[in-house]
């Protein structure tokens, strides 16, 4: 029986190299595929690996209509194996329910890959029915780390290497903001730097020393406990 797989985590633990290494794996046995993204960080049609693998795909807009662009594939004679779909928390909820619909009633096996939840910890729509809708979940292995070297679990959208909360869901990272001087990031880190604001270029800018991994910089005698209590409210 074919499935709808949602593979998940956050930024920085391989989503987008396992959607590549599946296609791989799969049409090595002579299966035909076809490669989606939304919004890949390395420009429009395009999925993208921060290893440096990059494959063409097909941009994942709005108004796509997964089933009718597959039934279509299929009656005018083209093969379809399998879907790969990367940043699928970018999709449309329906867009989601045609996706499972491919899998039930034309049998073709769906990955997709996507992180859960946005810069303010709140779950994506696509990814919300994804996690309704799929067959299994599968949560990445491959474990990103924050800067003080807890497992990162929280993305965190970053202006010139401060942490931010306000703003449109989606913004692709490595843009100028509208004053055309700021430059809008991502970083991965664990729930209570996140909670606390505290990114690496923060942390950088007011510890003198590393931190050991597992260690508060509000614990040491530094002047730092007044930027934690800022940054926690």
């Keep these: 029986m074919a499935e709808l797989v949602f593979f998940t985590g956050p930024m920085d633990c391989g989503k987008s ?6 296609d791989y794996t799969h049409s090595t046995t002579g299966r035909l595929g076809r490669l989606f993204t939304s919004q890949d960080r390395a420009g429009e049609s395009i999925i993208s690996s921060r290893l440096g693998l990059r494959r063409p795909a097909i941009e994942v807009t709005q108004d796509i209509d997964f089933w009718a662009y597959v039934v279509a594939e299929l009656t005018s004679g083209k093969r379809v194996d399998y879907l790969i779909c990367d940043e699928a928390q970018f999709y449309q909820p329906v867009q989601v329910d045609q996706l499972a619909r491919i899998a039930d009633e034309l049998q073709l096996d769906v990955f997709a890959f996507g992180i859960l939840t946005d810069f303010q910890t709140k779950i994506f729509p696509g990814s919300r029915r994804m996690v309704e809708l799929a067959d299994r979940i599968e949560t990445l292995q491959v474990q990103a780390l924050c800067w003080c070297g807890a497992r990162a679990t929280h993305n965190a959208r970053t202006v010139d290497g401060e942490m931010v909360t306000e703003g449109d869901q989606v913004v692709v990272g490595d843009t100028l903001t509208d004053d055309h001087d700021r430059r809008y990031s991502y970083e991965v880190l664990c729930r209570r730097h996140h909670r606390r604001g505290v990114t690496r270029a923060v942390a950088r800018a007011t510890l003198s020393d590393p931190l050991p991994f597992g260690e508060e910089p509000g614990d040491q005698d530094d002047g730092s406990q007044r ?7």
């Design 17 to 22: 190299t396992l959607a590549l290494q599946i």
């Design 227 to 233: 930027l934690w209590g800022r940054s926690a409210n």
